[in-house]
């Protein structure tokens, strides 16, 4: 299947004016807070890219994934605000908090190379909150990230020197902060999507499906595991580095509750809902599961109120209802996830001829 | 002729098991080398040994010239000795081709940075990788099943897939582990003529099998374990008419 060259220049035009064009329609259309939301959803969907290449493609199990999240943030955080009197620019500390979330990535697979599923499912779990735990109690006796407190007035992202806090007026075009945000995180994502599909389709990505598949025959056939796996806990850490920073940068404020468990399963939730191993898929269940709950929370209120004259159920415990109820039809009626891959799709069909 | 692999006093105990007692075995360069015994006798065992998927309590092995390092199974697999499995052991969601594509993993190099750039270098090497795997798959006869996942494929064609994708890692020595289980007189056949292929092409081969019609008319040289001992190390015609096998194997109906 060759599209033509004409087609796929096409395409990317396409995209491209689409994502240019879309905070324009939705801040106008509904308010610079959706933009703001889109920010977010671009954050998780880099996010569960991280995670989908140590669970889709490596097949392991990780539920303390948002440790690396924590750790780009307050590596950003730390190093760009009053906190230390540090302020180095973004574009040294988002590059690093990738590094050194790699590396922490190694660090905690190290220990659960030999675990497979349920097991490497809670060992990964005991981590990422144990990393949480940290940040919560290192403010004595010497104060590093001022425990539950979290550190406030952090240094937002300057491209160029311009902050994208701030509003820039360009050619007479208004462009509120969530705006600059918004292009920033998108060019991100793109690069962490270009990233992931170039290494799905390479002799790296052959390996990590491989020991998802088999680990003994991916061994047999001489595949250092070992190595192959810690490189894929790297990648998906650094993924999840970046995006934490980006958070920090952006949200001006960062403290450990943000990095609980919950937001563990969320981040997974969208790699399975959306398909795992599939990266269209991934991204389309980062989008949903970013927006769908927003505008659960939004529209909750007013729609009950409008049907039953008041509000019967709050919108946060409706929130986490319904998505429940989702995650459950979703695996009932689509267990390869929203959009499989079309391996995927065979793979919880009936066994072909 | 040269000893290819020299296998000496390999023991494995599991608990009250003693799988492998004392076994020494050579397998001379360029001979078809048969493993027989009853079932339980210990010749998976002795494959898992050689291959580091499981440790051995003691003994060593000596392959092409040196001592080979078992301590893990991808340093066997670059030393030059490949695998097919028992209970065939396939990357079942990725296509026939994808499985033999994994097995030049060893012998090429790209890493992250190669596969993120995509340069000249890693093109060339993909395109090597995709144009090998082909071949090979042609070489077992499956070519036209490439694009198939490989759980899809039929019971005989998994085997063979298996065989190809071993022959990837460009072997010296290719350990086949029943490779005609469950495979019926035609599908033995061309089986028969793939190995016999595979020695013509200068490949040694190590063949656990139980079909010993198989085992009689290819192996130059069969061993036969029992109780993970190794009780003779003949040609095929001296060992099927050995007391000791013949006691082994029940009453001597089978060999
Ligand atoms: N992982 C293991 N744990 C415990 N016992 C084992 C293990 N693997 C093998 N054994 C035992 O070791 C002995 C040898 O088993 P092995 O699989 O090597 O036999 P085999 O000769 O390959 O038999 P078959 O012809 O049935 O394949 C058997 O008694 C078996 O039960
Ligand atoms: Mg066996």
């Not at chain 1, 491209?16 to 807070?33: D, R, Y």
């Not at chain 1, 980006?246 to 990095?259: D, N």
């Not at chain 2, 004392?22 to 291959?51: C, D, H, R, W």
Request: proline fraction near 5%; include cysteine; charge should be neutral.
């Amino acid at each position: 299947m060759s599209v033509p060259k004409r087609n796929v220049r096409l395409g990317i035009a396409l995209i491209a004016v689409v994502l240019s064009a879309l905070p324009f329609a939705v801040g106008l259309g509904m308010g610079n807070a959706w933009v703001r939301v889109l920010d977010f959803a671009l954050l998780y969907i880099m996010l569960a890219l991280g995670l989908n290449i140590v669970v889709g493609f490596a097949g392991l199990l990780d539920l303390g994934y948002i440790a690396f999240y924590a750790i780009g943030a307050y590596l950003y955080a730390l190093l760009a605000s009053p906190h230390f009197g540090l302020h180095w620019p973004a574009w040294a500390v988002l590059p690093l908090g990738a590094l050194v979330a790699g590396l922490f990535g190694i660090l905690l697979g190290a220990p659960t190379l030999r675990l497979r599923g349920d097991y490497l499912a809670i060992v990964t779990l005991g981590f990422g909150e144990i990393i949480r735990i940290f940040l919560n109690n290192l403010n004595s006796p010497v104060n590093i990230t001022n425990g539950p407190q979290g550190i406030a007035r952090i240094d937002p992202i300057r491209v160029f020197g311009v902050p994208l806090s701030k509003p820039l007026e360009i050619f007479g075009v208004h462009l509120p902060g969530v705006y600059l945000y918004y292009y920033l995180f998108v060019l991100l994502a793109l690069g962490i999507i270009f990233v992931t599909v170039r290494l799905e389709d390479s002799r790296i990505g052959r390996a990590w499906v491989a020991i998802r598949e088999d680990e003994i025959a991916a061994k047999a056939c001489g595949i250092n595991t070992r190595n192959v796996k810690l490189l894929a806990f790297a990648m998906g850490a650094s993924f999840g580095g970046v995006a934490g920073g980006l958070f920090a940068g952006f949200q001006e404020f960062v403290s450990p509750e943000s990095f609980s468990l919950m937001e563990s399963v969320m981040v997974l939730c969208m790699v399975v809902l959306g398909g795992m191993g599939h990266v269209p898929g991934v991204v389309l269940g980062g989008l949903l599961l970013a927006v769908l709950p927003e505008a659960l929370r939004h529209g909750a209120g007013p729609v009950q109120q409008m049907l039953f004259g008041r509000v019967l159920l709050d919108p946060e415990s409706l929130r986490i209802l319904l998505f429940g109820l989702a995650l459950i039809l979703v695996m009932q009626y689509r267990p390869a996830g929203l959009w499989p891959s079309a391996t995927r799709r065979r793979e919880f069909s009936k066994p072909g001829p | 002729m040269s000893v290819l692999l020299e296998a000496t006093g390999i023991s494995k105990r599991f608990g009250g098991v003693e799988a492998l007692k004392e076994v020494s075995l050579t397998i001379e360069q360029g001979e078809i080398y048969g493993l027989i015994g009853p079932n339980g006798a210990g010749k998976t065992t002795f494959f898992n040994v050689l291959t580091g998927l499981s440790g051995a309590d003691s003994g060593h092995f000596h392959f092409a010239g040196r001592p080979l390092d078992i301590s893990a199974p991808h340093l066997v697999a670059a030393a030059g000795i490949a695998r097919t499995f028992q209970n065939i052991r396939l990357f079942a969601n990725m296509s026939a081709l994808e499985n033999v594509m994994v097995g030049r993993h060893l012998r090429t190099r790209a890493g992250v940075v190669g596969a993120v750039l995509r340069n000249a270098a890693t093109r060339s090497e993909e395109a090597g990788i995709a144009r090998r795997a082909l071949e090979l798959l042609h070489y077992v006869g499956i070519s036209e099943r490439g694009n198939d996942l490989a759980r899809h494929l039929s019971y005989g064609d998994q085997r063979r897939l298996e065989i190809a994708r071993a022959l990837a890692t460009e072997p010296k020595l290719l350990a086949l582990d029943e490779p005609a289980a469950g495979m019926n007189a035609t599908e033995t056949g061309a089986l028969r003529q793939l190995i016999e292929g595979l020695r013509g092409d200068g490949l040694t081969v190590l063949l656990i099998e139980h079909d010993v019609k198989l085992v009689m008319g290819l192996c130059d040289r069969v061993a036969v374990l029992d109780y993970g001992e190794k009780i003779i190390e003949d040609v095929p015609a001296k060992v099927r008419r050995d007391p000791k096998v013949i006691e082994a194997y029940l009453g001597g109906t089978v060999v």
